[in-house]
């Protein structure tokens, strides 16, 4: 509510559980703009995830590094460990993790997009100590088969032109044919590090799921696809 009375865009951090609990905090941010007279204003989601040519590949390779991060958070949070089990309903259809392929992390965001009528999403694209290569590839796929699948799919799903790279979002306000975006960004801590090793004094990593995010800027950080 507080970023509705400021007047400013939302992204809800969902770093865990199904997207579908997150739907009356979208819908009580549209009703308290509409409630304080303001227009509509875009919401997006950043969520965890990582790419590969296939699903058992991305699977595989997210698995160790997610498991040890999992563990160390856990650690200093009093959780108990993470299991394989834990891991495969994170990044099941209904989990918070989008891992698998290009078709399967597409059809993913996809879905969460349509669910809370989003007009952006921000994948955090590391996996606690992924090795370099795999997550360029990740990024890579990200932009050039995730993003246009998605595009395609929500303007299918308008009954639009096969063509058509817009998107349903913003259905509440004046931009309901606004083109749907997309961001990637590390995680902050894995970003800090690298900075501390070569001795970078440049600014912190912006942290997942903060309100208020200027969305009318494009390219305002580093990983935007418009």
């Keep these: 509510m507080r970023a509705a009375r400021y007047g400013l865009p939302l992204v809800i951090a969902i770093i865990g559980g199904p997207s579908v609990r997150f739907v009356p905090l979208a819908e009580l941010y549209r009703s308290t703009l509409a409630d304080l007279g303001r227009a509509a204003l875009p919401v997006a989601v950043h969520s965890p995830g990582h790419i590969a040519d296939t699903d058992e590949e991305a699977l595989e390779q997210a698995w160790p590094h997610y498991q040890l991060m999992r563990d160390r958070i856990g650690r200093e949070r009093g959780w108990g460990p993470t299991s394989p089990a834990e891991f495969a309903a994170q990044t099941g259809p209904d989990g918070a993790m989008y891992v698998g392929s290009p078709e399967t ?3 993913k965001i996809a879905a969460t997009a349509r669910l809370l009528d989003l007009s952006r999403f921000d994948l ?11 997550m360029m590839r990740s990024i890579e ?8 699948r998605v595009r395609h799919q929500l303007a299918m799903r308008l009954g639009g032109d096969r063509d058509d790279q817009r998107a349903p979002t913003g259905t509440r306000g004046p931009d309901a044919r606004r083109p749907f975006s997309f961001q990637g960004r590390p995680c902050a801590h894995a970003a800090a590090r690298r900075r501390s090793a070569a001795g970078a004094d440049g600014p912190r990593a912006g942290g997942a799921g903060a309100a208020g995010r200027r969305q009318d800027q494009p390219g305002h950080r580093a990983g935007a696809l418009h």
């Design 105 to 107: 992390v597409a059809s």
């Design 124 to 134: 955090k694209y590391s996996m606690g100590q992924l090795p370099h290569g795999p």
């Design 141 to 148: 796929l990200y932009g050039t088969e995730v993003a246009p």
